[in-house]
T-cell receptor, first 114, second 111 residues
C-alpha cells in the first residue's frame, strides 16, 4: 500500500508569490490534515478535510486555504507569501479523522520564502 | 485554548541510559497519541492510549496514561542510537476533532 505522497518536496518562492502544495492520501483514507512545522513553533494544525468538506481549521490567516477533491487528494494554497511562511508543510491522512485514529504523515513539502 | 506542555524540550544521554519525556494537559483528555520524528524525516505514529492509568509497552518503550487522563509519559529503557529523534505527544480533548501536538522532546544520544 502506497503511503502519503506530497509534492513538491522542496520549493523556493519569493515574498508576495503564492504556492500550491499537493497531497495524495493513503488509498481509502478520507481524512486529510495539514500541518506547518517550524523549529520555533513545532507542529501547528492548519486544517482538516473529510469527504471534501473542511471539518476543522487552525489559527492561521486567510492566506492559507485548502481543498479536497472527490478522490480524497488535497491541496493547500498560501497566497501573498511572507518570510515567516518558510516551513515544512506536512500532510497526514487517516481513515476516520484526526484524533480518532493514527495519522499517517507524508514526507512533507519544504517551502523557503526569500 | 487547550494547553499542552511537553518536557523536557531537549535531552542528551549516553547510549544505554534511560530516557523519559512527559506530556501534560490542562484539561482532561479523550486519548493521547505519541509520534516519533527522525532527523530529516516525518512524524511516525507510535501508539495511542485511551484508558485511565493505561500502560503499554513496545520492546524498550513504555507508555503511560495518567489516572486523571491529563498527563502521559514515554520511557525508553537502555537507549540505542536508533532512538535518536523528536518525540511528540498529540492530545485530543473529548468532543474535539483536531489533535494538538506538544512541542516535542528532541533526544540525542552519545554512542
Amino acid at each position: 500500500k502506497a503511503g502519503v505522497t506530497q509534492t513538491p518536496r522542496y520549493l523556493i518562492k519569493t515574498r508576495g508569490q503564492q504556492v500550491t502544495l499537493s497531497c495524495s492520501p493513503i488509498s481509502g483514507h478520507r481524512s486529510v490534515s495539514w500541518y506547518q512545522q517550524t523549529p520555533g513553533q513545532g507542529l501547528q494544525f492548519l486544517f482538516e478535510y473529510f469527504s471534501e468538506t473542511q471539518r476543522n481549521k487552525g489559527n492561521f490567516p486567510g492566506r492559507f486555504s485548502g481543498r479536497q477533491f472527490s478522490n480524497s487528494r488535497s491541496e493547500m494554497n498560501v497566497s501573498t507569501l511572507e518570510l515567516g511562511d518558510s516551513a515544512l508543510y506536512l500532510c497526514a491522512s487517516s481513515l476516520e479523522g484526526e484524533g480518532v485514529g493514527e495519522l499517517f504523515f507524508g514526507e512533507g513539502s519544504r517551502l523557503t520564502v526569500l | 485554548g487547550q494547553q499542552v506542555m511537553q518536557i523536557p524540550q531537549y535531552q542528551h544521554v549516553q547510549e544505554g541510559e534511560d530516557f523519559t519525556t512527559y506530556c501534560n494537559s490542562s484539561t482532561t483528555l479523550s486519548n493521547i497519541q505519541w509520534y516519533k520524528q527522525r532527523p530529516g524525516g516525518h512524524p511516525v505514529f507510535l501508539i495511542q492510549l485511551v484508558k485511565s492509568g493505561e500502560v503499554k509497552k513496545q520492546k524498550r518503550l513504555t507508555f503511560q496514561f495518567g489516572e486523571a487522563k491529563k498527563n502521559s509519559s514515554l520511557h525508553i529503557t537502555a537507549t540505542q542510537t536508533t532512538d535518536v529523534g523528536t518525540y511528540f505527544c498529540a492530545l485530543r480533548r473529548g468532543g474535539a476533532q483536531k489533535l494538538v501536538f506538544g512541542q516535542g522532546t528532541r533526544l540525542t544520544i552519545n554512542p
